[in-house]
């Protein structure tokens, strides 16, 4: 049974930082595209990153590039979102998920809040 | 970007009967990177079709989805209590991968 199970939310000011985790499990993710997808309080979905199974290649939204970092372990079968300078509109629920075509795999999510 | 654009907002139906959802592209997308997906409130996203049509792995035939280029329906025959909540179609054609604002599926 395949799980992702992210950690690392939480409130934080304006111009902060947060890292975000996700372990996964009953999937060796080492030859996949992992993704960070985000939904805003009672708004839709919104993908912000994907990095290919080697790690050597990223993709950002626009929204977040330049601020956030992807990154991956492999040998931990782990994804980070490293999110720096972080802006009130960064506020949402951050999920990780397989991107196999689409995205086939979720976790139930982290919550970020930015406030002052 | 690819925009997606559903329709309607929202759905208003009971148990048994059938649901159509949908889903047109600002520019065509590939007519196999069309996908998706359902959520209940407090839940993650779910896959349900991928490939505009192809079901994924548990997902009954009583869901399907169609279509090509622009336009993309998804069919649910017979609602199920369990069906309400809130669909999104996502394409994964043309980055960057874009979604919908979702349809809401009120039983």
């Known amino acids: 049974q395949v799980q992702l199970v992210e950690s690392g939310g939480g409130l934080v000011k304006p111009g902060g930082s947060l890292r975000l985790s996700c372990s996964v499990s009953?999937?060796?993710?080492?030859?996949?595209?992992m993704s960070w997808i985000r939904q805003a309080p009672g708004k839709g979905l919104e993908w912000i990153s994907h990095?290919?199974?080697?790690?050597?290649?990223?993709f950002y939204a626009d929204s977040v590039k330049g601020r956030f970092t992807i990154s991956r372990d492999n040998a931990k079968n782990s994804l980070f979102l490293q999110m720096n300078s972080l802006k009130v509109e960064d506020t949402a629920k951050y999920y990780c998920?397989?991107?196999?075509?689409?995205?086939?795999?979720w976790g139930q999510g982290t919550l970020v809040a930015v406030s002052s | 970007e690819i925009v997606l654009t559903q329709s309607p907002g929202t759905l208003s139906l009971s148990p048994g009967e059938g649901a159509t959802l949908f889903c047109r592209a600002s520019?065509?997308?590939?007519?196999?990177?069309l996908a998706w997906y359902h959520q209940k409130p407090g839940q993650a996203p779910r896959l349900l079709i991928s490939?505009?049509?192809n079901r994924a792995a548990g997902i009954p035939d009583r869901i399907s989805g169609s279509g090509s280029g622009t336009d993309f329906t998804l069919t649910i025959s017979r609602l199920e209590p369990e069906d309400f909540g809130v669909y999104y179609c996502?394409?994964?054609?043309?980055?960057?991968?874009?979604f919908g604002q979702g349809t809401n599926v009120e039983i």
């Open positions: 998920a397989r991107l196999y075509g689409a995205f086939d795999f």
């Open positions: 009953g999937l060796n993710i080492s030859t996949y595209y």
């Open positions: 990095i290919t199974g080697s790690g050597r290649t990223v």
């Open positions: 520019q065509s997308v590939g007519s196999d990177s």
């Open positions: 490939g505009a049509s």
């Open positions: 996502q394409q994964f054609g043309t980055p960057p991968r874009t």
